[in-house]
């Protein structure tokens, strides 16, 4: 059972323009959410963290929202730009369950940024 | 400051043999996690070491094992190799002690194919 799901496998998106990744999550104790950005072959890159107590945080271009009641986050980048091309992961964390360093990904969504 | 660094990047063996992979993390990081990537499966977690001892397992066969030495290095090995290990696996170090926002940051990762 996929605890954390990014249901869109691919967004094409303008420079310039925004985009959203979006992301469920089904387990309740996660407490800790991270947007990672991947190349292949490569490892993921860090970009942005929410805390479950928080409901936006914003860094530069890139901003993450957390609905609770909902499951959902989201990474919004404005604008978009074609270095931002890659595959997007959403994970979650759950040390309140026990869970340290155990990070629960989803399967990425591939986004491409057209000039 | 230097990153997570892994060793070798890229390994080629055969079925039933064994392979030993290294992971230094980012100096002051006290916790390493390894994780497996493979197209079906995605991103999945092997375990977490913190302090030299094992804080957390995800769900793999025994023949994956892993240990962290006195200066937070890691290693991880895989016994009797099958077919299906061959994957990417990807080393994240974080400090350990940040309670439930600790960050995970990866390595490059090693490239592991089995013939």
């Known amino acids: 059972d996929q605890q954390v799901k990014q249901n869109s496998p691919s967004l094409s998106v303008q420079e310039g323009r925004i985009s959203i990744l979006n992301c469920d999550y089904t387990?309740?104790?996660?407490?800790?959410f991270l947007w990672y950005k991947k190349y292949p072959a490569e490892g993921p890159t860090f970009l942005i963290s929410i805390s479950s107590i928080k409901d936006k945080n914003e860094d530069g271009r890139f901003t993450v929202f957390l609905n609770k009641s909902a499951k959902h986050l989201s990474l919004h980048i404005v604008p978009s730009q074609p270095g931002d091309s890659a595959v997007y992961f959403c994970?979650?964390?759950?040390?309140?369950?026990?869970?340290?360093?155990?990070?629960?990904f989803g399967k990425g969504t591939k986004l491409s940024v057209k000039p | 400051k230097a990153g997570v660094t892994q060793t070798p990047r890229y390994l080629i063996k055969t079925r039933g043999q064994q392979v030993t992979l290294s992971c230094s993390p980012i100096?002051?990081?006290?916790?390493v996690s390894w994780y497996q990537q493979t197209p079906g499966q995605g991103l999945q977690f092997l375990f977490e070491?913190?302090?030299?001892?094992?804080?957390n397992k995800g769900n793999f066969p025994g023949r994956f094992s892993g240990r962290q030495f006195s200066n937070s290095r890691s290693e991880m090995n895989v016994s009797t190799l099958e077919l299906g290990d061959s994957a990417l696996y990807l080393c994240?170090?974080?400090?350990?002690?940040?309670?439930?926002?600790?960050?995970?940051?990866f390595g490059p990762g090693t490239r592991l194919t089995v013939l």
């Open positions: 100096s002051g990081h006290r916790s």
């Open positions: 070491y913190f302090s030299e001892t094992q804080r």
């Open positions: 387990n309740s104790m996660f407490d800790y």
């Open positions: 994970a979650a964390s759950s040390w309140r369950g026990g869970s340290q360093g155990n990070l629960i």
């Open positions: 994240a170090s974080s400090l350990g002690t940040s309670g439930y926002t600790d960050t995970q940051y």
